[in-house]
């Protein structure tokens, strides 16, 4: 079975832009998640969907979002980026939600200029 | 979800058993322990979890103390591919799928 996979592994944006990530969940799993991992703060939880329904969300500004497709794909969007947005996102799926063993993705580094 | 506490960093010797603590005194009676651990550049990878019983798989061992104040994870043959950030979380069972990944222990196998 597949893993969870990413896309892209790499971006670079500047300043201002907007940018889409995409992941792609084990086949059968509802549940994905997405975290932000950088050397300063860590890993913070960003958002949960579950049945392409939003059913957590950390403590992170509007700029970013996230949605989730019927096919369990979900794609996370971040807004007018920052600097401090530099960071990799790192995307996760399990089979249900309320499960604490999840499934990582390789993750997207993603770097602004 | 219960705060836990690791060592910011230990090594080990390759071949031996490596004994990774974590203090959770805050936990609760309906809170289980899970381990991931972190090899560089790659995502979190779940090792084991558990809530009051002594657990293991092909992985790992979790030694969980009778008070559930603490635990051990047990690597029983450590590799250098064991070398990795090693996160202790505590959270309860449902609800939803937030981890909270603290600051972890870095693990060194030194052979």
């Known amino acids: 079975k597949a893993g969870v996979t990413q896309t892209p592994r790499y971006l670079i944006k500047t300043r201002g832009q907007q940018v889409t990530l995409s992941c792609s969940p084990i086949?059968?799993?509802?549940?994905v998640s997405w975290y932000q991992q950088t050397p300063g703060q860590g890993l913070q939880f960003l958002f949960e969907?579950?049945?392409?329904?939003?059913?957590n969300k950390g403590n992170f500004p509007g700029r970013f979002s996230g949605r989730q497709f019927s096919n369990s794909r979900s794609e996370m969007n971040v807004s007018t980026l920052e600097l401090g947005d530099s960071a990799l996102y790192l995307c996760a799926s399990s089979p249900r939600t309320g499960e604490g063993e999840q499934f990582f993705g390789p993750g997207t580094r993603l770097t602004v200029l | 979800d219960a705060k836990t506490t690791q060592p910011p960093s230990m090594d080990c010797a390759e071949g031996r058993a490596a004994n990774l603590p974590c203090n959770h005194s805050?936990?609760?009676?309906?809170?289980?322990v899970y381990w991931y651990r972190q090899i560089h550049s790659q995502g979190p990878q779940y090792i084991i979890h558990g809530l009051k019983n002594n657990e293991t798989n092909e992985m790992a061992s979790l030694i969980i103390t009778e008070d559930r104040k603490s635990s051990t994870l047990i690597l029983p043959h450590a590799t250098l591919r064991d070398t990795a950030v090693y996160y202790c979380?505590?959270?309860?069972?449902?609800?939803?799928?937030?981890?909270?990944f603290g600051k972890g222990n870095q693990v060194v196998v030194i052979p």
């Open positions: 086949s059968g799993h509802r549940s």
């Open positions: 979380i505590v959270r309860v069972w449902g609800g939803n799928n937030r981890l909270a």
């Open positions: 969907y579950f049945s392409e329904t939003q059913r």
């Open positions: 805050t936990i609760s009676g309906n809170e289980y």
